[in-house]
C-alpha cells in the first residue's frame, strides 16, 4: 500500500499537516514511512489523531496525551489509562473551579469600591493583609534593643 500523504491525513482529520509533523516531532504520532521524500500514513494515524484531538478538546496537554500513549505499560486497557488521567485532570480542575470562585468572590467586592483614589484601595489592602497576618501568625512580640 502507497499510504495516505499528509495532506489527505490533515483533510480527514481536519488539522494543518504542520500540526500532523509536530506530532509527529514530539513523539506522539510515530515517524512517518518515506516515500520519494513525502511522508506516507497508513490509516491507524488517523486513529491516532482520533485520540489525540478528542485528548485536546477535553483539555488535556501534549504532555499529558503523551502520557496517556506511553506512560502506562504496554498491555494497560485504554479504558484504564483514559481513567487514571481522567481523575488526575478532574481534580486539577476542582482545584481550578475554587480558584475561579475565589477570584470571581474577590471581583464582587472589588466592583463595589467606594474609594476616590487608588492610594485609599491600598491602604485598605495593606491593612487587611496585616489583619490576615495577625490573625495566621499571632501577634508580633517587638524586640527591644536595651
Not at 32 to 43: F, H, I, L
Not at 59 to 64: A, H, I, N, P
Not at 66 to 72: E, P, T
Given at each position: 500500500m502507497a499510504g495516505l500523504t499528509i495532506s489527505q491525513i490533515a483533510r480527514q482529520v481536519d488539522l494543518r499537516p504542520?500540526?500532523?509533523?509536530?506530532?509527529?516531532k514530539i513523539g506522539i504520532l510515530p515517524v512517518?514511512?518515506?516515500?520519494?521524500?513525502?511522508?506516507?500514513?497508513?490509516?491507524t494515524v488517523l486513529y491516532k489523531l482520533a485520540v489525540i484531538q478528542r485528548a485536546r478538546l477535553i483539555?488535556?496537554?501534549?504532555?499529558?496525551i503523551?502520557?496517556?500513549?506511553?506512560?502506562?505499560r504496554a498491555n494497560t486497557p485504554a479504558a484504564e489509562r483514559w481513567r487514571?488521567?481522567?481523575?488526575?485532570?478532574?481534580?486539577?480542575?476542582?482545584?481550578l473551579v475554587g480558584h475561579i470562585q475565589t477570584i470571581q468572590g474577590?471581583?464582587?467586592?472589588?466592583?463595589?469600591?467606594?474609594?476616590?483614589?487608588?492610594?485609599?484601595c491600598g491602604k485598605?489592602?495593606?491593612?487587611?493583609?496585616?489583619?490576615?497576618?495577625?490573625?495566621k501568625n499571632g501577634p508580633r512580640n517587638k524586640k527591644t534593643n536595651s
Open positions: 504542520s500540526a500532523i509533523r509536530y506530532y509527529e512517518a514511512q518515506r516515500t520519494s521524500g513525502q511522508r506516507r500514513y497508513d490509516e483539555g488535556f496537554s501534549l504532555e499529558e503523551r502520557h496517556l500513549f506511553f506512560g502506562f487514571k488521567l481522567s481523575e488526575r485532570k478532574l481534580a486539577e480542575l476542582e482545584t474577590l471581583l464582587r467586592r472589588q466592583g463595589n469600591c467606594k474609594c476616590a483614589k487608588l492610594d485609599q485598605a489592602m495593606f491593612q487587611k493583609i496585616c489583619e490576615e497576618q495577625v490573625t
